[in-house]
């Protein structure tokens, strides 16, 4: 009996609530007290097509995906076919007979135990509505893993309202009755509550960890026009303007959006705008004005494969060198590439924090993967990064000793801010090049100055960067291997070290969180001992290992690459680790 | 109050001697005065052309944007902060051409600012192509057999996205002009001027003499700019009699109307505090 440790699939078509179910069985979960990590795979369309939801749960910390699969729920009959070689000896695949059948040289592995359950006929003798087949399902899978059907229930209830909720509960009542009355106890996995259970922590994406990292540094304004895969964050942000008193708009355009953002952030408020590649080229030249005008608007930018509109609900990261060197010119910006869901909230408070205290425009790349999977995490700590608005002054603290310059010249590159409002400052900015007031100018001196005052801002950047946790690395500090990469690879990488460390190997990772300024120094504290590095990246030039070139002249040894849209399997990855040792 | 003084600034102008640009600064000017507002309680934001310049020779807190942005840069700011007045100065390439997408979009969510497009009917610091504006026909650099398509009306695009202040104005009559920016300015909502503006340089043909002899105030024939009808047969006017003045005034909720969020609290005050999210967090849970 394996007990609290399962990777459970749910699988059918768009449309037939996949990603819900799973995320109900997650969070009856998380509830209980396990860890949890949620997947959602999903085709480009609407309805039919096949979309498959993965929870993995268990007892210990988990950061990804798993690549195979205890426990089965199809829907339907692609479901089984699809990922039949997913699963494991002993594994269980829940179905409904009456609407498809499974032949056994369906799933040829061995050992698979199928429980049919008449979804279809229960979801119809209550409601007729078909979508409560997966709850029915939900309902059996709790009843095969011997779990506690009650936490399924308190899941349904905070979901739902009332009305709807009672069904489901009903639907879930059902199916659990069937399965213990059919099968008692006849299937290898069991799940019950941990001493964590009741506890209060969260589950969540990465989109929504941006979302409540902007909500708590006080993001004023969010414009953004919906592109796959960073529209949940308007979806999230969208429902909780009022409650959070700010302002949330759908645009005409992901160029409307930048521009609003970016006058926004003139006016003195925090604003935050997302989208993926295909909407950030047309962000591009805006990009640059706020460069320019040193205003401070955060941009997420959630990578999906390319190039043009590519593969529009998969992930890749591709899109390190378009963040670092977008928009024509050469002006100062901050790129942070978080990798999990705890670096997506904190990281979108420093961005804001840097934005306005450097008064440049910060990038947080992130992908799809990341952007759309779920994971456990503890609740967010408040208070961990304040609120600090760099050097602003205030409508009392404003003493108008001389005419206020927007652009000052300062040693630190750095202009006081003042909004516009205040009394006795005029708030005049340019994106064209212009002098310390804000008024345009072609003179090459002043030309030269501006853009010295400008970069002189990233080298004070870059003195506090020191300070900052730019680069991670996680395992002993002297291994045989240092495995170098970035964003959302950080899951199935930390997984896959976790196969190897059993496997009597010893590998560490080097996480860069930061990808510009680039962290030099630490980068090469850390590789300059290393024995052998390698690049795990999803794409096809690793473009870490470009950037490690350029910026330190040091060669990455292998190179692990996966650029088909889909994330690294924890599995396979250890294995290619391995093969390279 | 602002006089004429406060508002001079230190930029020697750089528009062609007998721009039309001229008259539409010191029409802005004169109307800023007018209307009482402080100079840091305005903001003028500008997209990139000749008329662009125009935010380096007002003293007033400005925006000088990039091409075909005036839009939502300006909308931007005035949703963030309600309290400033915002008036976006936009070229007739830069609105009709590269920002034509946001304009009717502006138009339809009615916030509470001014535009006034310097209507010159040709590019002018791209050193003379046609525009939108150029009339069939029109001969310039870029159409040198003469523009193909007929020209577009912004007067009529405005009307019928439901705007709710479409004039046009004539930078040859600067008093005329003036005016029609203090009622913009006064209008709660987004106010719309397209302003004739002629291009010494490049447009031979639409000029000072050209305008002067065609435009007739619509105020003089008391025209109802209650009558929405009309004012899109007016609109729809083109050739010896052209008009000018308000051809459309109407009173419908600003965007900010229906957000609650901003009634009563000028977002630019964050304070330093951070904000409690922990009922965001509880739909996680
Ligand atoms: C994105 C972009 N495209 C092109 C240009 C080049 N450009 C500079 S000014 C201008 C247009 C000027 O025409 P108009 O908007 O009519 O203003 P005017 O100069 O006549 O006042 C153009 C196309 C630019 N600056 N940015
Ligand atoms: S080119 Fe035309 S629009 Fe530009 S300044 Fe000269 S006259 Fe005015």
Redesign the interface.
């Known amino acids: 009996m394996i007990r609290n440790k399962i990777s459970m699939l749910v699988g059918g078509e768009a449309g037939a609530g996949i990603s819900r179910s799973g995320l109900l069985f997650a969070?009856s979960c998380?509830?209980g007290g396990l860890c949890v990590f949620g997947a959602n795979d999903y085709q480009s369309l609407i309805r039919g097509g096949h979309n498959f939801y993965t929870v993995r749960a268990c007892e210990e910390e988990i950061y990804s995906q798993a690549d195979k699969t205890d426990l089965l729920i199809a829907l339907n009959k692609e479901t089984v076919l699809l990922h039949k070689n997913e699963l494991v000896s002993g594994a269980g695949i829940i179905y409904d007979k009456e609407e498809f059948s499974i032949n056994p040289e369906d799933v040829e592995s061995k050992d698979v135990k199928l429980y049919h359950v008449p979804l279809r006929k229960i979801a119809k003798e209550l409601t007729g509505p078909q979508i409560m087949e997966n709850t029915v399902a939900l309902g059996a899978a709790t009843a095969l893993l011997d779990y506690d059907l009650t936490i399924l229930n308190e899941v349904l209830q905070?979901t739902f309202k009332e009305k709807v909720a009672q069904q489901n509960m009903e639907a879930a009542k059902r199916g659990f009755n069937y399965v213990k009355e059919n099968y008692g106890d006849n299937f290898g996995y069991k799940l019950e509550k941990t001493k964590l259970a009741g506890s209060?922590?969260?589950?969540?994406t990465g989109n929504?960890a941006i979302?409540?990292g902007a909500?708590?540094?006080?993001c004023?304004?969010y414009?953004a026009y919906p592109m796959t895969p960073a529209t949940t964050i308007l979806h999230f942000l969208a429902p909780?303007?009022?409650?959070?008193?700010?302002?949330v708009?759908q645009?005409?355009?992901e160029?409307?959006?930048i521009?609003?953002?970016?006058?926004?952030?003139?006016?003195?408020?925090?604003?935050m705008t997302a989208t993926s590649g295909g909407g950030f080229s047309l962000m591009a030249?805006?990009i640059g004005?706020a460069g320019m005008?040193e205003t401070s608007p955060v941009i997420v930018l959630v990578q999906r494969p390319g190039p043009s509109t590519g593969l529009p609900t998969y992930s890749s990261q591709t899109d390190i060198r378009f963040a670092i060197h977008v928009s024509q010119g050469e002006f100062p910006r901050i790129v942070i590439a978080p990798g999990d869901v705890h670096e997506c909230f904190y990281s979108t408070v420093e961005a804001f924090n840097l934005a306005e205290k450097f008064q440049m425009p910060v990038i947080i790349i992130s992908d799809k993967y990341l952007s759309e999977s779920n994971a456990t995490a503890e609740?967010?700590d408040?208070?961990r990064i304040?609120?600090?608005?760099g050097q602003l002054i205030t409508e009392q603290e404003y003493r108008q000793e001389e005419e206020y310059m927007r652009h000052r010249i300062t040693e630190t590159g750095v202009s006081v801010r003042a909004?516009?409002?205040?009394?006795?400052?005029?708030?005049?900015?340019?994106?064209?090049e212009?002098n310390e007031l804000?008024?345009?100018t072609e003179d090459p001196v002043l030309t030269k100055k501006m853009n010295d005052k400008r970069f002189r801002k990233m080298d004070e950047l870059i003195k506090e960067m020191e300070n900052y946790e730019t680069v991670k690395l996680y395992g002993p500090k002297n291994a045989d291997v240092t495995i170098v990469g970035w964003g959302s690879t950080k899951g199935p990488i930390r997984e896959a070290m976790k196969i190897i460390n059993k496997n009597g190997k010893c590998v560490n990772f080097l996480q860069i969180v930061y990808l510009c300024p680039f962290p030099t120094n630490k980068i090469e504290e850390q590789l300059k001992s290393a024995k052998m590095t390698i690049a795990v990246e999803n794409n096809k030039t690793s473009q870490l290992s470009g950037l490690i070139q350029e910026n330190l002249l040091m060669t990455v040894d292998h190179k692990i690459l996966k650029y088909d849209g889909r994330p690294f399997d924890p599995e396979a990855l250890a294995k290619q680790i391995m093969e390279v040792l | 109050m602002v006089s004429l003084n406060d508002l001079r600034?230190?930029?020697t102008n750089t528009w062609c001697p007998g721009c039309g640009n001229f008259g539409i600064l010191m029409a802005f000017k004169k109307a800023l005065i007018e209307t009482g507002i402080e100079?840091?309680?305005a903001?003028m934001?500008s997209g990139?052309g000749c008329h662009g310049?125009i935010?380096?020779y007002v003293?007033?807190?400005?925006?000088?944007?990039?091409h075909g942005?005036v839009?939502?840069?300006?909308?931007?700011?005035k949703?963030?902060?309600p309290?400033?007045t915002v008036i976006g100065f936009a070229g007739d390439s830069d609105q009709y051409n590269e920002g034509w997408?946001?304009f009717a979009?502006a138009v339809r969510a009615n916030v509470d600012m001014t535009l006034i497009v310097h209507d010159n009917m040709v590019l002018g610091l791209t050193t003379g192509q046609a525009t939108p504006t150029s009339q069939q026909g029109f001969k310039s650099k870029s159409t040198p057999f003469g523009v193909i398509p007929p020209m577009l009306n912004p007067i009529a695009h405005a009307l019928v996205s439901d705007a709710t202040f479409v004039a046009r104005g004539y930078s040859g009559d600067m008093f005329h002009l003036k005016n029609l920016i203090v009622e913009a300015i006064k209008h709660r909502g987004f106010a719309f001027i397209d302003v004739f503006q002629p291009c010494v340089s490049f447009n031979y043909l639409n000029t000072y003499a050209w305008f002067s002899k065609r435009v007739y105030k619509l105020e003089d024939e008391n025209h109802d700019v209650t009558d929405h009808k009309k004012a899109l047969k007016k609109a729809l006017e083109w050739g010896d009699k052209i008009p000018i003045g308000i051809f459309y005034k109407k009173e419908r909720p600003i965007y900010s109307d229906s957000?609650?969020?901003?009634k009563d609290?000028n977002?630019?005050k964050?304070?330093?505090?951070?904000?409690?999210?922990?009922?965001?967090?509880k739909e996680?849970?």
């Open positions: 969070k998380l509830r905070d209060k922590r969260i589950f969540l929504e979302g409540l909500l708590n540094a006080g004023k304004f414009a909780l303007d009022r409650e959070y008193k700010m302002v708009i645009t005409e355009s160029i409307a959006a521009n609003m953002v970016t006058g926004a952030s003139y006016a003195g408020v925090r604003a030249e805006a004005m005008t609740q967010f408040q208070n304040g609120i600090d608005r909004i516009p409002g205040i009394r006795g400052a005029i708030v005049r900015t340019n994106a064209d212009h804000g008024y345009t | 600034t230190p930029k100079r840091e309680d903001v934001v990139i310049k935010v380096n003293n007033i807190n400005g925006f000088h944007g990039i942005r839009l939502p840069t300006a909308q931007g700011i949703l963030a902060n309290d400033l997408g946001h979009h957000l609650s969020q901003v609290e977002l630019t964050l304070s330093k505090q951070n904000i409690d999210i922990t009922s965001a967090m996680m849970m």
